[in-house]
């Protein structure tokens, strides 16, 4: 039994009906509705920056997922993002690759620099930290992700002037 | 040796389908479509000897053959994407650079199993793959390599990129099943196998990406040109991919069975900083860590398998003398417990649990009495989980302590690490040094 | 068959099942946690490892299937070892907080603790913790305690189709919750409490007072609150209800249980309960004795009789009693006092839906067997939600859809939303244009098939919708075309009727309608029943014009035993809307209301308030007081549903045991009180218990003639009964307006042009009950006005606004809630608080062709405060 308490919040938030639209597509993927759950999430949260419960509930009713059964699949995925990051987010990988390369350092630089560590963005918002399992460049470590781009072979020499590149 | 996967990787468009059809692309499919039946492609595949390059190595002819001999239709075409297990970049480089020999060999796989939709299962780590992808099975829509009349041959197939959201777990085929219908990633109960019943109940088949690389080669040469490569009983060649305290680390395609000296010391210039080498985790972060002395193990499936380890993902990380054992094990622990699903009480518990002794061995708070309670849990958790995730994880951990047994003692008893000057560890500046 | 060896013992089983069913068969019990019986295999918990001779690992006895020639071993060291392992794993994040809690006795982590030896405390780190959660009204969630074993989250979705918790977060950081952080917004079924095996999700209900040993006794009865008659078993100590539980797999509900039948029985022991008869003296109910009380009704229905004749005494008889209660008052009315006035608020859709559809079919034709919906390939719904309306009836029709079964609602789909795959909800008062659609398509993709010639007759009389008549259905027709080619290809199909589709329209031509359906494409058909014993009581004869059996009454003698008969009256019977119309007109004097509270259940409010205080006598039997005692001359209390013996007939046909357990009240089981009232009128037989009531039941009712009451107590006797002279053979039946289809009125683009007051089906509240019930009241408090978004947007009305709804009746002040499930056009209002109710609001007339009660007077408007 759904109620639907903040029916017209979560109304509210898709203007112009973007996300209904962008899952209609979606769906044609897909022999069975629910397998468009995943995608939909993306669009959601490339939408909104994040999914908040109003975007759940939102995607509950585009999808026909029960929400408590998004909100089971929202939190088992890491880069599924529950609450606002900053503007930007550094995902840095901390795996054994990247750590025997110095990844540990990197940590501990920006959680001085900017005193974050994981999940947590720093005071102005500018940066969030998320810390990462290997994200598949170890010939290369150690690497992190800043939003889209990738940045590889980081040492103490060059991490400050990638982060300055961000504002 | 002429490479077969990472063929034309050195032209800078490698991943436009102009570029990859000048170079001989789609010429297999073409054959496969025009000359071969749908079983004649099964037998040629199982002839060859190809095993998964995903990791647990099975043979994909087999697996086809499982499918095809289902009755079930739709049956659905998976591409394995996932790449998660930590120090493997190999089918990254066959994404980026190559990512027409993937959805060729997809398609010959898809008209082999009489398969009508395809997906491939992208790691959500990979960003800009989802575009490169993307854009390269637009191409091969409008030259009709995809599509409801592929070749003109009234033969349908149709794939698309599906990405997960960041859990290692979906790497596992059920588990990636789960989440490819929209689901947690947990693992499902095997049997029934995905041959029989996957992606929503149907017979699927689920591959890696370096396996769908080779199916074009095999099958516009022959089976037994194919098994002409590595050994008689793992054929072909193998992306490496190397990193850690090398020289030139990278992804390096060799044939099955290249002695693991020949990897580190020819094809990546030997340890860095003229320091020694203290050990090789040869397939991925889940496969048994080897000591120096194993250095000329062949690496192909059961010569890995004699030395106690597994040649998993071919993904091999390189220690030198500068790097702590127990760290590199805490660190380990702590990626298995972040990515266990939690379906099973042993690795749900068990990961977490041998993390924090580990962490204690580290930080010097432990005893003589941790360190045999650590080698228990791990003895609980091996052989009782759910899916390999767990087993794995209590796997490395046993062997690492067996065989660096040492440095363990060595932290409990002197409270530190033996890697003691500063200045060696990690090959980087500390930040005491910076300030 | 499979033949294995355990432990040495052989054992043969079927192809399909697993190692754990093969050692359950021959006595070996194998621990397990996360395994539930009738869920699919799961094999999370490691506790149920096992050895298979030559296979390396130790395997899950709950998923792996048995193998011809295997050998295997439950009980060796390594097995133990391994028990004792994932014992302690699941220890080592467990609070261990075992002596305050209430899972304390039956709980399995406890049990195989103690089984298999605790562990030694070798963890060293700090737990996990998280804190306890009591902010929902009824369930508490403790997570810490919880094994993740997720039989409950599996429970919620695979067998209730709720899907409202979900284990959320991953590996160690893993727990089971609902959307929202505190409260549940699910159907509060409560089938995750059966499942959990530890003190994870627990009843807020019996919080820190209840241990497994209070239970002094444990009785199986079968639930009192709809017509599916769910099999529950209630526990007790002293005289109080403890708790009600189903238990897995059993009665028609196979261990699953609704809100009401799970957490309603407090009701039994509210505050309200009468305690004493009594008797209006100046206006004032006083309590007298039980002597004087019946002394002064018999009395007053004497002087009545002899003064107005037997036909100005009438009586209302009770869904929610006994097929004895029902029998005892029919007989005290007919054979007693020599009138036919008798009927229940069946009347209302149920009685009059069951005989049209059986005149059509044949008798029995709505006698079918629950547990067939979920076996069936496609259900075909209209009416109503079976999911609020008879919750379980309704989780089966999930279930069949998640085994593939196609499922096509007609209407408001409610708790089916997420179960079907196209929508069918119509703009209210054009559903019949949609039924007809459907009719045509099916008649002419199906055939005819000549069985029914009355029916085919009229449906090839039906015209088919012209264009603006189907675009004003709000339907669109592709949709009605899948619908037809779901429905026309299916092998085991179910069509279930609703109470709404008699309430408005031309019922006898919606009904039709369905049943055209349901002759189509041969299928079983299901009535929905609000009260649990309405069935029975109109095989009891409470109704004016059958005797008990559903023989027609015809004046003559009726044999009740060796040497005894009876007279059944020659007099025409009166119905229950006929009995409220002579009350007011005075042809009616006497009132006997069982169980009953007609001021609060029928529309009009003021028409029965003014008929039922023009009687000179008003008896009502009842538990509580009500809307209809402050009218009565007598009120006598009764027994609840948990203080009496008797039978109960579900909507499907299927007669059930109501065991007694406790006795809270000074009420007597109606049927003693009603017969010592009958023996003072003349009756001479005497019972002593209700299995005496039961025997002569069976020698006046040719239906329950060969029913065996040993069978009944056992677990139910299914119509007919062991009777077979029932079939009966169709007859032709009248159908309004066969050719017309609803007008199609100009749509106004501004404001909606005028609203519809629909009732609210509800799934929390089943009327007088419910609304004492604390923990049902806990779930949902309050009245509210559900109108569409739509809707809301063009008379600018928000969420929470506070609105007056009015009508040519009256008008209330309501709280407004937007549901994107209710119709455009319509505004629904539950008929469940005293304070705003629906039937306060509406009017009525009675159908002439079927007799049931069709709402007027329920245009409303609205107005926000
Ligand atoms: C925990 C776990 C993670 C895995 N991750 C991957 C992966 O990232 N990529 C992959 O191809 N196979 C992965 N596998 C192996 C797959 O389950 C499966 O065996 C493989 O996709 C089959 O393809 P192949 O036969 O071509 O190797 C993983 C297995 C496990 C148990
Ligand atoms: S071993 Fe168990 S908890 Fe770990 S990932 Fe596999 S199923 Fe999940
Ligand atoms: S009962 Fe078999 S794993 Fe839980």
């Known amino acids: 039994m759904e109620t639907s308490t903040s029916q017209s919040t979560a109304d509210a938030l898709d203007k112009g009906g973007i996300l209904k639209n962008k899952i209609k597509v979606l769906k044609k993927m897909y022999p069975h509705t629910r397998s468009v759950l995943l995608p939909a999430l993306h669009a959601a949260q490339q939408l909104y ?29 890491s880069l599924f993002k529950t609450k606002p990051l900053g503007r930007h987010v550094i995902y840095l990988c901390t795996n054994v690759a990247c750590l ?13 620099t900017y005193g974050i560590s994981h999940g ?38 060059n991490i400050q002037q990638i982060m300055e590149s961000y504002r | 040796m002429k490479n077969i996967i990472l063929k034309n990787i050195e032209n800078p468009n490698s991943h436009r389908i102009e570029e990859y059809i000048k170079a001989g692309g789609y010429f297999a499919l073409e054959h496969a479509v025009n000359e071969m039946t749908p079983r004649d492609i099964i037998d040629d595949i199982k002839k060859s000897g190809l095993r998964g390059r995903g990791g647990a190595g099975f043979s994909t002819g087999m697996k086809w053959q499982f499918a095809s001999l289902d009755p079930k239709f739709p049956k659905y075409i998976v591409c394995n994407a996932d790449e998660g297990e930590p120090g493997t970049f190999k089918d990254r480089v066959i994404l980026e650079k190559n990512p027409h020999q993937l959805i060729e060999g997809m398609v010959i796989t898809a008209y082999a199993l009489q398969s009508v939709r395809g997906y491939i299962y992208l790691r959500a780590e990979y960003p800009h793959v989802e575009k490169i992808l993307n854009d390269a099975i637009q191409e091969a829509y409008a030259k009709g390599f995809l599509g409801n009349d592929i070749m003109s041959r009234h033969f349908r197939f149709n794939l698309s990129v599906h990405r997960g959201a960041g859990a290692y777990i979906c790497g596992e085929e059920t588990a990636l099943i789960n989440s490819l219908e929209g689901r947690r ?84 210039g030997g340890i860095r900083n003229g320091r020694a080498l203290k050990g090789i985790i040869p397939g991925g972060l889940s496969t048994s860590i080897l000591t120096p002395d194993m250095i000329d193990c062949p690496m192909d499936f059961a010569n890995l398998a004699r030395h106690g380890s597994m040649l998993g993902s071919g993904a091999v990380i390189v220690l030198d003398d500068t790097m702590c054992i127990v760290k590199i094990y805490e660190r380990a622990m702590r990626f298995f417990e972040h990515e266990s699903c939690g379906k099973c009480t042993p690795c749900r518990e068990g990961t977490g649990w041998m993390r924090t002794i580990l962490r204690r061995i580290e930080d010097g708070m432990a005893d003589m009495e941790d360190l045999a309670t650590l080698e228990d849990v791990a003895h609980n958790v091996a052989g009782k989980t759910f899916c390999p995730l767990g087993e794995g994880a209590a796997q490395v951990l046993l062997s690492a302590m067996k065989r660096y047994r040492g440095e363990f003692e060595y932290h409990v008893k002197y409270k530190k690490c033996e890697v003691t000057d500063p200045s060696l560890r990690w090959g980087h500046m500390s930040m005491d040094e910076l300030d | 068959m499979v033949k294995l060896t355990i432990n040495g013992q052989e054992a043969e089983t079927g192809r399909d099942s697993t190692i754990l069913d093969a050692a359950n068969g021959i006595g070996i019990k194998i621990p397990t946690l996360c395994h539930i019986k009738g869920l699919e295999p799961y094999g999370g918990c490691r506790m149920c490892l096992i050895e298979i001779e030559g296979v390396a690992r130790l395997q899950t006895a709950c998923t792996t299937k048995v193998n011809n020639g295997m050998v295997v071993f439950t009980e060796t060291e390594e097995i133990n070892k391994a028990r004792k392992a994932m014992l302690e794993f699941l220890l080592i994040n467990h609070p261990l907080d075992c002596p305050v809690c209430d899972k304390a006795g039956e709980c399995l982590l406890q049990d195989q603790a103690a089984r298999f030896g ?9 737990k996990r913790t998280h804190p306890e959660n009591i902010n929902d009204s009824i369930i508490v969630r403790n997570m ?58 627990m009843s807020r209900l019996h919080r820190h007072n209840y241990r497994p040993w209070y239970v002094e006794k444990e009785i199986e009865t079968v639930c009192g609150f709809c017509g599916v008659g769910c099999t529950t078993f209630i526990q007790m100590r002293a005289a109080t209800i403890i708790r009600t539980l189903p238990k897995l797999g059993t009665g028609v509900n196979k261990g699953l249980l609704c809100v009401r039948g799970r957490f309603g029985y407090d009701y039994v022991e509210s505050e309200g309960r009468l305690k004493t008869p009594m008797i209006r003296v100046n206006g004032v109910l006083e309590p007298v004795s039980w002597e004087k009380a019946l002394a002064y009704i018999t009395k007053t229905l004497k002087d009545i009789k002899t003064k107005h004749t037997p036909k100005a005494i009438g009586a209302i008889a009770s869904g929610m009693c006994s097929n004895e209660d029902n029998y005892m008052l029919q007989k005290l009315m007919r054979f007693v006092i020599g009138s036919n006035n008798i009927d229940s608020t069946a009347r209302l859709a149920y009685a009059p839906a069951k005989t049209y559809i059986e005149r059509i079919f044949g008798a029995g ?38 085994h593939g079964a196609k499922v096509v609602v007609s209407g408001q789909p409610g708790g089916l939303g997420n179960f079907i795959n196209y929508d069918l909800n119509s703009v209210p008062q054009h559903e019949e244009t949609v039924l007809n659609t459907l009719v045509i398509g099916l008649a002419e993709m199906k055939g005819y098939s000549g069985k029914n010639p009355f029916l085919e007759r009229k449906i090839k009389a039906l015209r088919l919708p012209c264009e603006p008549e189907l675009r004003a259905t709000g339907v669109l027709l592709e949709n009605m075309e899948e619908a037809i080619d779901d429905l026309s290809g299916l092998k085991r199909p179910v069509v279930v009727i609703g109470p709404s589709l008699l309430h408005a329209g031309i019922p006898s031509k919606n009904l039709f309608l369905v049943a055209a359906i349901a002759y189509l494409i041969d299928a079983k058909i299901y009535l929905l029943s609000k009260k649990p014993n309405y069935r029975g009581l109109i095989d009891m004869g409470c109704v004016p014009d059958t005797i008990p059996g559903g023989l027609p009454v015809r004046p003559g003698q009726l044999k009740l035993k060796k040497g005894v008969t009876m007279t059944v009256p020659a007099e025409k019977g009166m119905g229950l809307f006929e009995m409220i119309d002579g009350a007011l007109d005075g042809s009616l004097k006497a009132l006997y209301v069982l169980g009953e509270n007609p001021v609060f259940n029928l529309p009009d409010r003021d028409k029965t308030e003014k008929a039922l205080s023009a009687l000179d006598l008003l008896v009502v039997q009842d538990i509580f007081m009500t809307e209809t005692t402050r009218h009565a001359h007598v009120v006598l209390p009764a027994a609840a549903w948990s203080e009496k013996d008797g039978t109960m007939t579900n909507l499907g046909g299927r007669i059930q045991f109501l065991r007694k357990g406790s006795a809270v009240s000074a009420g007597k089981s109606e049927w003693r009180v009603i017969a010592d009232i009958a023996r003072t009128l003349g009756m001479n037989e005497t019972y002593a218990d209700s299995k005496e009531v039961w025997e002569e039941i069976t020698q006046v009712s040719v239906l329950h003639s060969a029913s065996e009451y040993d069978e009944i107590k056992d677990g139910g006797l299914m119509w007919p009964y062991g009777s077979v002279q029932f079939q009966g053979g169709a007859e032709d039946f009248i159908v309004e307006g066969l050719e017309i289809l609803p007008e199609i009125k100009e749509a106004c683009a501004a404001a909606p042009c005028k609203l519809l007051l629909l009732p609210e089906r509800s799934l929390f509240h089943s ?42 009746k009256g008008s209330s002040v309501v709280t407004l809630k937007i549901v994107r499930d209710c119709p455009e056009g319509a505004v629904i209002l539950s008929n469940t608080f005293e304070k705003v109710s629906f039937n306060a609001l509406t009017g009525y007339t009675v159908d002439p062709v079927l007799g049931c009660m069709v709402f007027t007077d329920n245009e409303a408007s609205l107005e926000k405060l």
């Open chain 1, 120 to 157: 947590e963005t720093s005071a102005d918002g500018r940066f969030s930290l998320v810390i990462m399992e290997c994200i598949g460049a170890c010939d290369k470590a150690p690497a992190m992700l800043v939003n889209d781009d990738c940045h590889f072979n980081i040492s103490m020499d």
């Open chain 3, 767 to 808: 009327g007088s009950t419910t609304r004492k019930s604390k923990a049902i009241l806990s779930v949902s408090p309050e009245p509210y006005l559900s109108i569409n978004p739509v809707d809301a947007g063009k008379l600018g009305l928000s969420n929470d606004d506070t609105v007056r709804v009015k009508t040519a």
């Open chain 2, 185 to 268: 990633g947990d693992p499902r109960v095997k049997p029934p196998f995905p041959v029989n019943s996957g992606a929503w109940s149907k017979p699927t088949i689920v591959n890696n990406v370096e396996t769908y690389a080779n199916i074009p080669y095999i099958v516009e040469t022959s089976p037994k040109a194919y098994s002409f490569l590595g050994t008689r009983d793992a054929p072909g060649t193998k992306l490496f991919c190397v990193s850690g305290a090398v020289k030139n680390p990278g992804v390096f395609e060799l044939q099955l069975g290249t002695p693991l000296r020949e990897i580190i010391y020819d094809h990546c």
């Open chain 3, 365 to 402: 034709a709505t006698a079918n067997v629950i547990a067939d919906i979920e076996k069936s390939d496609g259900i075909f719904t209209a009416g109503g939600d079976p999911t609020a309306i008879n919750p379980v009836l309704g989780v089966q029709i999930r279930s069949a859809w998640r």
């Open chain 1, 100 to 112: 025997i390369m110095g990844a540990d350092t990197l940590e501990e630089y920006l959680g001085k």
């Open chain 3, 118 to 126: 605790a562990s030694e405390g070798r963890f060293a780190e700090g």
């Open chain 3, 144 to 201: 810490e305690r919880c094994i993740l074993c997720t039989r409950c989250t599996r429970m919620c979705g695979e067998a209730q189709g709720a899907y409202a918790i979900s284990v959320t977060g991953r590996g160690q950081h893993s727990f089971v919750e609902p959307f929202s952080h505190d409260k549940y917004n699910c159907e509060y079924c409560g089938n995750c409490l059966t499942v959990c095996p530890v003190g994870a999700i």
């Open chain 1, 49 to 77: 920056g994040w999914l908040s419960e109003d975007a759940i509930e939102q995607v509950s009713r585009l999808t026909g997922v029960t929400t408590a059964d998004v909100k089971g699949v929202v939190t088992f995925y």
